[in-house]
Structure formats: C-alpha cells, structure tokens
C-alpha cells in the first residue's frame, strides 16, 4: 500500500472541517495500522480486503502469519510455509 502524504503547504484544516487531502491520509494510515496489526484464531483470519505480505497474530498457531495469495487466500509462516 502506497500513502501519499499531502504537500507541506497543504493546511490540515480547511474551515471547521480536516482538508479532504489530509482525510484520506489519514484514513489511509489508520486502515495499514489496523492491517498490520489484527490478530485472533486460525478460523478468524480475514478473507477480504487482504494485501500481499498483510500479517496476522495467529493466536492458535501462537506465532504471526502473512498473506502470500489473495486470489485464492494463501497464507505462510515467517519461513514460507502454508500455514
């Protein structure tokens, strides 16, 4: 996922309300944080909205998994595995 940040010059805040630049930057960072950092059991890993190399704590396994294939799902441990 590619986030571009809004020129410098940009101001933030556009009247009451955050400029749409910066909103959709900053959404943008909160969505790759959260796709970075879910977790929960094997039968509870996403099957949508994935990106390549996205992780996932998975708590049955008790060690972290990544998405190696969206199309069909296909995920691998650190050591390439199909987990």
Known sequence: ??????????P???GDS????WYTFF??????????SQSGTTANRPTQFLMIG????DTTLGYPVFVHSVSPVVWHNAAGVAV
Do not use: C, K, L, S
């Not at 986030?3 to 940009?10: A, D, E, L, M, R």
């Not at 955050?18 to 630049?21: C, F, P, Q, S, V």
């Not at 996205?54 to 704590?57: E, K, P, V």
């Open 1 to 10: 996922m590619n986030i571009t940040q809004p020129t410098q010059n940009q």
């Open 12 to 14: 933030v805040q556009n």
């Open 18 to 21: 955050i400029d749409r630049n």
């Open 27 to 36: 959404v943008n960072v909160r969505n790759y944080i959260n796709w970075n």
């Open 54 to 57: 996205q992780q996932y704590y």
